[in-house]
């Protein structure tokens, strides 16, 4: 198997994490969107 040859020599991308900055515009798109759920 030569694809797993150099895989510790790989580059690594690592996974995004996204981040709401601006909850007042994110919630206001989501009630746009018609679902907005609230976990208490």
């Given at each position: 198997?030569?694809?797993?040859?150099?895989?510790?020599?790989?580059h690594?991308?690592?996974?995004?994490?996204?981040?709401?900055?601006n909850?007042?515009?994110?919630?206001?798109a989501?009630?746009?969107?018609?679902?907005?759920?609230?976990?208490?």
């Open positions: 198997m030569p694809y797993k040859m150099n895989e510790s020599c790989r690594k991308i690592p996974k995004v994490r996204y981040r709401v900055e909850w007042s515009a994110y919630d206001a989501l009630r746009r969107r018609g679902d907005l759920t609230i976990w208490v």
